[in-house]
């Protein structure tokens, strides 16, 4: 009958620590979903940042061009503009 009990109690309190175990392999998980998702959310951050500066710097860049582009114009609208006066003095 001794025998019997302590089996039972054993066995619940195996049964606890199964419970206990899985409940905190259950926060664990939880805690590492929720880093991983953070991590994540970070790593997207960083990227649409990065992603936004090249675009930011596409832009720059291209307005340079535009630039550098209207200026020459400007300059061979000037000398051809120039060569005419010459060429008809």
Do not use: D, G, S
Not at 39 to 46: A, I, N, Q, Y
Not at 61 to 82: P, S, V
């Amino acid at each position: 009958m001794k025998l019997l009990l302590m089996m039972i109690v054993v066995i619940i309190m195996m049964i606890m620590m199964m419970i206990v175990m899985l409940l905190l392999m259950m926060t664990m998980m939880v805690v590492v979903v929720v880093v991983v998702v953070m991590m994540m959310m970070m790593m997207m951050m960083m990227m649409m940042m990065m992603m936004m500066m090249m675009m930011m710097m596409m832009m720059m860049m291209m307005m340079m061009m535009m630039m550098m582009m209207m200026m020459m114009m400007m300059m061979m609208q000037y000398l051809a503009r120039e060569a005419i006066n010459t060429n008809v003095l």
